[in-house]
């Protein structure tokens, strides 16, 4: 589905995790839908507030891994949660695993159908009755999931972690420019642009392979906007990010803390795209096949902070 030249952003920015359940959490198997879901409870604890997990780009599966990459970040973060008694509900992405019949045609996916699924979840809990808060809580493509869902259902906070603030389409070719000579670039770049234009290209320009047939849905995901919609989310927002990011960069953050005026921010200076501390580009690499990498702890304590506080963020 996706092209070679792009498999490392479209697949890199899915997200992953790798633990064993903590102990003293409950994991459950349910389905909501079409979609198939994990819901990790903490054990004696009446009513505990619940994060969201929405993932990343690719076909990402309820641990957060994907096909090429398994960093485990999804279920880490899940069990870290857990473990200070907040409860998770993380799923399949469609097309992690494969494709089934009940999506229908792969050609007719929208990036709206990855919104619908994230209301859909909400929606099972807030009706549960289980919950004292729900929390959505989005990684990277899934942070824009999650701004677009907020404008669609009522949540108590919303949580974006390494988020990009521009649309898919111009982030990618942000990120080829710096892999890519001018020449290799250019003619991919240009296919990217009518793509978004809602164009059907073909032939293709070599490096990039994305059949006719799918193109419509992936102009869908590379043309959403995040800003203006997280301008009109009134919930409390906690946006984080990381200076050894290189799939985000730094203006993403405050394009995104500009939008959110009143969001509380935390920027860590040693965190990667899957969110543990790195040293180094090499070491950053490693990482997205690391399961037992620990992530950043003050995202951890940041994070449970802002999910367990009363009122608006501060």
Not at 264 to 269: G, M, N
Request: aromatic share 6%; net charge neutral.
């Amino acid at each position: 589905m996706h092209s070679r030249i792009i498999l490392w952003t479209l697949t890199a920015l899915a997200i992953a995790c790798g633990f064993a359940v903590n102990a003293s959490a409950e994991e459950t198997q349910i389905r909501v839908g079409t979609i198939d879901a994990f819901l990790t409870t903490p054990r004696e604890v009446d009513r505990p507030p619940v994060a969201l997990l929405v993932a990343g780009s690719g076909s990402t599966d309820h641990d957060g891994n994907g096909p090429q990459i398994k960093p485990a970040t999804l279920k880490k973060l899940s069990e870290q949660l857990a473990a200070r008694n907040i409860a998770t509900l993380r799923y399949d992405k469609r097309g992690a695993g494969g494709w089934k019949p009940e999506f229908g045609r792969p050609e007719d996916f929208r990036f709206k159908d990855y919104v619908d699924d994230a209301v859909a979840l909400v929606g099972y809990l807030r009706s549960s009755g289980k919950f004292s808060a729900v929390v959505l809580v989005g990684h990277s493509e899934g942070g824009l999931v999650a701004i677009l869902a907020a404008r669609r259902v009522p949540v108590d906070r919303l949580v974006l972690l390494a988020t990009a603030a521009r649309r898919q389409g111009d982030l990618l070719k942000a990120q080829l420019e710096k892999q890519l000579s001018p020449e290799m670039l250019a003619p991919i770049a240009k296919a990217i642009d009518s793509i978004m234009a809602g164009q059907i290209v073909d032939p293709l320009p070599p490096g990039l392979s994305i059949p006719p047939s799918l193109q419509p849905g992936i102009a869908s995901a590379f043309t959403e906007d995040p800003v203006d919609p997280l301008k009109k989310v009134g919930v409390p927002t906690l946006i984080v990010a990381g200076g050894r990011d290189r799939q985000v960069a730094r203006l993403d953050f405050l394009a995104l803390s500009t939008a959110s005026f009143a969001a509380k921010t935390l920027w860590l200076p040693e965190m990667n795209h899957v969110l543990v501390d790195v040293a180094d580009e090499t070491d950053d690499l490693k990482t997205y096949n690391e399961a037992d990498r620990p992530l950043d702890p003050t995202m951890i304590d940041s994070l449970v902070t802002f999910i367990l506080a009363n009122g608006t963020a501060k």
